[in-house]
């Protein structure tokens, strides 16, 4: 099939590998949005590939070309084994240890990876969405992510469900369409309202749906920490991780200062994702490969141009830290560039008018401006490692080559490398470190800023090298109330 055709077929996915995890085959299968307007049916034949990132982020892989390899220099300089290997900004703050105080905190509120969180939805419509007549307009609770072999039955009736309706500067879950965080309700019987810790609807970027309290994230957890502190008299920890740092964030930063301080303990990012990343740009411009070719690619684009939280993710425009300027090229055609500053333009140039929406509602938010948390915080990042830092086109960003309704070629595409953003492979330099942009600001308030990279830690949750360790069992030891270990502060 040509990488120019329209994806706006009857699809037919098969040959799924059983190793792969169900986020990931689902995905593909989900990626089928458009309805079925022709008069013919196409069969593709995908061979999935493994994703072992999948049981934290489910289809957040946000591929680059896997043919482009970094330049020799580049290689040669991330791996010199003269070169450092920690990298370690500390405002200097200290909180004493409290040596058999036990913890200083009464519970951890965790926002995981991005596409972590369970969602369950029921439907209760008076009209069919997009044209769907094949779609039940009353439909009980079902998984809506991970979705069951059942819930995929009808491709289009579930991305009617999945995908966020923008409707201005507002965004809501489709119309009459309810969505639950974690597991869906025994058949008959009303949702469990047990707080579902920091789980949160990963569909949305910083503009939280209007219309659904839970899917709103802060409300629910504002309350619920609210409720630990006042029942303990400890504050709380929040950790992030990946797309949960960005997540968590936004969390904190919907609450006032006197609220943070009065009910946080310390703030945890690892392998932050606060400046963004360059292939979420290259997943609206050329494809989530979560499959084998270019139907596995193109599917995969067809609803990352629809989620917000895919644009959220978007580098950010700025001569500030962890921000891109002018002059840094991150997509290059032969007609015109585009920077930080013009991807907006690049959409319009595309086509994309409903996703240049979103990435419009999207862009100023709380990541933008990136104020300080003003609570204790800690920062675990890697770096050197080569990391994609833009995208050279053979071809012009124009609606008949990356519009909303074909696939984009997939010829013609080279990854763009930067020795200075060698990050964790996952996000830029810049976007994994931007915490070092509160260092002065922590300090004249009296809160710990330690912002700590490690060469080769790459995208993870934990410490993978040895360098890290030691720094993150100071810390515990600090919030936990134990002695230090040997060589803390």
């Known amino acids: 099939h040509t990488s120019h055709r329209s994806f706006d077929e009857s699809l037919k996915l098969r040959t799924m590998k059983k190793s792969l995890g169900m986020g990931c085959w689902a995905a593909v299968l989900a990626m089928s949005s458009a309805a079925a307007t022709r008069s013919h049916t196409v069969t593709y034949d995908i061979d999935l590939v493994e994703c072992p990132e999948c049981p934290n982020h489910e289809w957040e892989v946000l591929q680059g070309n896997p043919e482009d390899e970094p330049p020799r220099e580049l290689i040669e300089k991330l791996t010199d084994p003269n070169g450092t290997s920690r990298h370690a900004v500390d405002n200097g703050i200290e909180r004493p240890y409290q040596v058999g105080e036990g913890p200083t905190y009464s519970e951890t509120v965790f926002f995981s990876g991005y596409s972590s969180t369970q969602l369950c939805s029921k439907d209760n419509r008076t009209e069919h969405l997009n044209g769907h007549t094949e779609c039940p307009l009353i439909k009980d609770w079902y998984p809506m992510w991970k979705p069951t072999a059942a819930a995929l039955a009808k491709i289009e009736c579930w991305i009617d469900d999945m995908v966020p309706e923008q409707v201005g500067s507002k965004l809501n879950n489709p119309k009459g369409t309810t969505t639950l965080l974690g597991k869906c309700p025994a058949a008959g019987t009303d949702p469990d309202p047990t707080y579902k810790g920091g789980q949160y609807d990963w569909r949305y970027g910083g503009i939280r749906p209007q219309d659904n309290p839970d899917s709103s994230l802060y409300p629910s957890i504002a309350k619920h ?14 950790k992030g991780y990946s797309g949960g740092t960005i997540n968590s964030y936004a969390f904190l930063m919907s609450q006032t200062v006197a609220w943070r301080q009065k009910h946080v303990r310390a703030y945890i990012a690892w392998a932050p994702v606060f400046g963004g990343t360059i292939e979420s740009v290259n997943s609206v411009i050329y494809g989530w490969q979560v499959g084998g070719g270019d139907a596995g690619r193109c ?8 989620l917000p939280s895919v644009l959220w993710m978007w580098p950010h425009p700025g001569t500030g830290f962890g921000e891109w300027n002018k002059t840094e090229v991150l997509v290059q055609t032969p007609a015109r560039n585009y920077t930080a500053y013009d991807l907006d333009r690049m959409l319009t140039d595309a086509g994309l008018d409903k996703t240049k929406a979103l990435y419009d509602l999207e862009k100023n938010d709380r990541l933008g401006k990136f104020e300080p948390p003003m609570v204790d915080t800690y920062v675990y990042y890697g770096y050197g490692t080569a990391t994609v830092a833009g995208y050279k086109l053979s071809h012009n960003m124009t609606a008949d080559k990356y519009g909303p309704d074909v696939c984009p070629p997939s010829d013609g595409r080279t990854s763009l490398k930067r020795t200075w953003d060698d990050g964790d492979a996952t996000a830029p330099r810049r976007s994994v470190s931007r915490a070092d942009a509160w260092t002065e600001a922590h300090k004249k308030g009296g809160f ?21 360790k030691p720094d993150y069992d100071c810390m515990m030891a600090v919030l936990d109330g134990k002695p230090p270990p040997p060589g803390c502060k």
Request: net charge positive.
């Open 448 to 468: 710990v800023l330690k912002n700590y990279g490690y060469k080769g830690q790459g995208h993870s949750s934990s410490c993978k090298v040895p360098e890290c």
């Open 225 to 238: 920490i609210e409720e630990k502190v006042e029942a303990t008299g400890l504050k709380v920890l929040i």
């Open 299 to 306: 599917l995969g684009r067809s609803v990352a141009i629809r």
